[in-house]
Structure formats: C-alpha cells, structure tokens
C-alpha cells in the first residue's frame, strides 16, 4: 500500500520548492515613485550568463513598473525581516509608499539607481528585464498544467513531517 496521501489540486505547488521568499524592489523614472512588494516565486534558471526568474502577478503595480521601466531588484530578507516581507507582501503600493509606512530603511543600488534593502536582509540584486524572445532562445522552459485523472489533487508523503528537503547548500562566496 502506498505510503502518499492526497493533496488537494490547489495546494499542490506547494510540494515543489521554487527559492526564497523575496522582496521585489521597482522604482519609476517618470513619476520617481518606489514600491516592494514579497514574491514566493523566485529561481536562478541559468548559471552562464546567469539569469533569474520571478513571478509577479498581471494585476500588480510591481509589474506595472516594471514592464515600464525595465528593471527591478531582489532582496533576499533573512527571518529578523519576516515582519517586513509579510507587510508588503500583504497591501498595495499604487497608493502609498510602503518603505515609509512600514520603516523600511532604503539604500540606492549602484548600477541601476534601484531602491533596495540590506538592513536584516542577506543579499540583493539589481535586474534589467530581458525581452521575452531571449528567455525563449536563452533557457529551456516549459509551463504545464498540474494533472491528475480527475484533476483533483496530487500525492504527499505520510511521512513528510520527518523528511527534509534538499532546499540549499551553504557555501561561502
């Protein structure tokens, strides 16, 4: 008998580990407004040259700017920024500058003028946006449909509570 037991389909990405929480940092040149917001969804997808992927959502204004502006930055908050990344990953920065209203002490990035954080963070980058057809040529990439004959749900470990997953190797830069 099988030792897996089923997980509904709407929680089934989360069997897969993707990366790190991140925060996603965007600034617009024309109206030189800034905004954060936390992003789940983040992966290196190549080594050379290296490039990321992140997902953000159509309807965001992250994404507004930037596909405005071409570029955003990541940063990678460590646990005592746990309070931060759920803040702006919880309202909207279309209205309100969330560094401010959640403290949130900024730094300009030296290349692209991004706004980004370090303080209780543990990197950050700056990104330009590549057009669509070089992720195509560049990274094998396939978007599919979780399946399941009924597509109801997909299969868990009984014994996940004691497993660990192989999530990163520590290495020292």
């Known amino acids: 008998?099988?030792?897996?037991?089923p997980v509904e389909l709407h929680h089934a990405s989360r069997l897969l580990?993707?990366?790190?929480?991140?925060?996603?940092?965007?600034?617009?040149?024309?109206?030189?407004r800034r905004n954060i917001m936390a992003a789940a969804w983040s992966m290196p997808v190549e080594f050379e040259p290296p490039r990321v992927a992140i997902v953000v959502d159509k309807?965001?204004?992250?994404?507004?700017?930037?596909?405005r502006n071409g570029k955003f930055g990541i940063v990678i908050p460590g646990v005592a920024?746990?309070?931060?990344?759920?803040?702006?990953g919880s309202v909207s920065g279309r209205e309100e500058d969330?560094?401010?209203?959640?403290?949130?002490?900024?730094v300009r990035g030296p290349v692209l003028g991004l706004?980004?954080?370090e303080e209780k963070c543990l990197a950050w980058m700056e990104c330009r946006l590549l057009p669509a057809t070089s992720a195509q040529e560049n990274t094998i990439r396939y978007l599919a449909k979780?399946?399941?004959?009924?597509q109801t749900h997909g299969y868990l470990s009984k014994a996940?509570?004691?497993?660990?997953?192989?999530?990163?190797?520590?290495?020292?830069i």
């Open 160 to 172: 996940a509570g004691s497993l660990m997953m192989i999530s990163s190797i520590r290495c020292i």
């Open 59 to 67: 309807s965001t204004w992250t994404r507004e700017l930037i596909e």
């Open 98 to 106: 969330k560094f401010n209203c959640y403290g949130i002490p900024v």
């Open 1 to 5: 008998m099988s030792q897996f037991i």
């Open 115 to 117: 706004p980004l954080v």
């Open 146 to 150: 979780w399946y399941q004959q009924r």
């Open 17 to 32: 580990n993707h990366g790190p929480t991140v925060m996603i940092t965007s600034f617009d040149e024309q109206s030189q």
């Open 81 to 88: 920024a746990t309070n931060w990344t759920w803040a702006v």
